[in-house]
Every structure is written in structure tokens, then in C-alpha cells.
């Protein structure tokens, strides 16, 4: 427990300086958190969930295109599957437009010969004053 109450509070100090540093420069930052993965009403099928949320106080408003990749192999072969490769994707496009922090939830359906290993949230600002995010979440499916 002490070591991870350690672990947890490094991280806190480095969020603090990089919220400091990203200030200093102008621009905002997102965060995301709370990815969950369960299993939907067909085998194939996995529903998501997650949040977004601007790291900035008083940032203003943050928009863009978010994008779930999920990565995995099919054989031997390393694959990044986004949400327009995805079989009956819900919804197929993910938009980003808030002030202080946004949910998002949908389906995919992963193919059978597909071995997922993680999914990966990227964030395309729509402005140059906020940062591109990247966050890869490891592929756990949560029992209901």
C-alpha cells in the first residue's frame, strides 16, 4: 500500500509540472481516464466507455476528432484496427466539443481471427492551442 500511496503521489507531482509547463505555453491539454471494456449481447461484440477532460482550468472550450484504434494480431501479423475498419462500429465517428470533460460509450464488434491486446485513444484537436493526445489503454474486459 505505501508504495503505491509513493507511486501515486510522483505522478500527482509530475501532472503538476506538466500542467505548469503546458500554462506557460498557452495551450491546453486533455486527459483520459475511465476506459472500460465489457462484453455486449453477441460474442463478438465489446461495448466501451470513457472520459475525456481538459487538464487546464479556465481553458475554455476544447474540440476535435477522437479516434479508438484497437491493436492486436491476426496470425502473426501485428494490426491497428480503427473504428471505420471495426464490423458494425457504434457510433463510426467520435467527436470531441466541451469545456470541462466529455463521456463517451459505443460498440465494436471484433473479428474473429482478431486477437486484441489494447485500444488506443487519440485526440486531433480541431486548434493549435490545445495539445494532440495519445493514451493506449490494455485490452481488459470487465465482467458485468
Same mark, same amino acid.
Given at each position: 500500500?505505501?508504495? *503505491?500511496?509513493?507511486?501515486?503521489?510522483?505522478?500527482?507531482?509530475?501532472?503538476?509540472?506538466?500542467?505548469?509547463?503546458?500554462?506557460?505555453?498557452?495551450?491546453?491539454?486533455?486527459?483520459?481516464?475511465?476506459?472500460?471494456?465489457?462484453?455486449?449481447?453477441?460474442?463478438?461484440?465489446?461495448?466501451?466507455?470513457?472520459?475525456?477532460?481538459?487538464?487546464?482550468?479556465?481553458?475554455?472550450?476544447? *474540440?476535435?476528432?477522437?479516434?479508438?484504434?484497437?491493436?492486436?494480431?491476426?496470425?502473426?501479423?501485428?494490426?491497428?484496427?480503427?473504428?471505420?475498419?471495426?464490423?458494425?462500429?457504434?457510433?463510426?465517428? /467520435?467527436? *470531441?466539443?466541451?469545456?470541462?470533460?466529455?463521456?463517451?460509450?459505443?460498440?465494436?464488434?471484433?473479428?474473429?481471427?482478431?486477437?486484441?491486446?489494447?485500444?488506443?485513444?487519440?485526440?486531433?484537436?480541431?486548434?493549435?492551442? /490545445? /495539445?494532440?493526445?495519445?493514451?493506449?489503454?490494455?485490452?481488459? /474486459?470487465?465482467?458485468?
Amino acid at each position: 500500500l505505501k508504495q *503505491a500511496q509513493n507511486a501515486r503521489l510522483e505522478l500527482d507531482r509530475e501532472l503538476t509540472y506538466l500542467k505548469r509547463l503546458v500554462q506557460t505555453g498557452g495551450r491546453g491539454a486533455i486527459q483520459v481516464y475511465d476506459m472500460h471494456l465489457s462484453p455486449g449481447s453477441k460474442p463478438s461484440e465489446v461495448l466501451y466507455s470513457f472520459t475525456i477532460t481538459q487538464l487546464i482550468q479556465g481553458f475554455g472550450r476544447s *474540440a476535435g476528432g477522437v479516434n479508438l484504434t484497437v491493436e492486436g494480431m491476426r496470425g502473426d501479423q501485428r494490426l491497428s484496427l480503427d473504428l471505420s475498419d471495426l464490423p458494425a462500429a457504434d457510433p463510426r465517428v /467520435l467527436t *470531441a466539443d466541451f469545456e470541462h470533460f466529455q463521456n463517451f460509450q459505443g460498440s465494436i464488434e471484433i473479428p474473429s481471427d482478431f486477437v486484441p491486446q489494447s485500444i488506443v485513444v487519440n485526440i486531433k484537436p480541431s486548434s493549435h492551442l /490545445l /495539445l494532440a493526445t495519445s493514451v493506449t489503454f490494455p485490452w481488459e /474486459l470487465s465482467t458485468p
